[in-house]
């Protein structure tokens, strides 16, 4: 199991994106943070893709309409720990052991 380590803003964008899978549109990632600036949600963005915790359809997105126009998920790969990481409290499913 991998160890992830996020920052607040990192968590926010997961948050507002999701972690069932569903694709987010840029556009709808800025209405639901609108705290974050255009420039600094970009860079996280491109944080978190190149970790390969989130997937877009676009690799390159510069500016506010460029973003508005990339739809985003997060890699299903990565849910479980990234859920964890979220929330570190969160309990974890306890392992049986099987008896032979």
Excluded: C, W
Excluded at 15 to 32: F, M, P, R, W
Excluded at 74 to 84: A, D, F, P, Q
Aim: aromatic share 4%; glycine share 10%.
């Amino acid at each position: 199991m991998r160890e992830i380590s996020l920052e607040g803003g990192e968590v926010s964008v997961l948050k507002a994106i999701g972690l069932g899978g569903t694709h987010l549109s840029g556009g709808d990632l800025l209405e639901k943070l609108p705290e974050l600036e255009v420039a600094e949600l970009i860079d996280t963005l491109q944080g978190l893709m190149m970790f390969g915790y989130v997937v877009a359809d676009r690799q390159s997105f510069r500016e506010e309409d460029d973003l508005k126009r990339t739809s985003f998920h997060v890699n299903s790969g990565y849910t479980r720990e990234l859920r964890e990481a979220i929330d570190p409290t969160r309990k974890k499913p306890e392992r049986r052991r099987r008896r032979q």
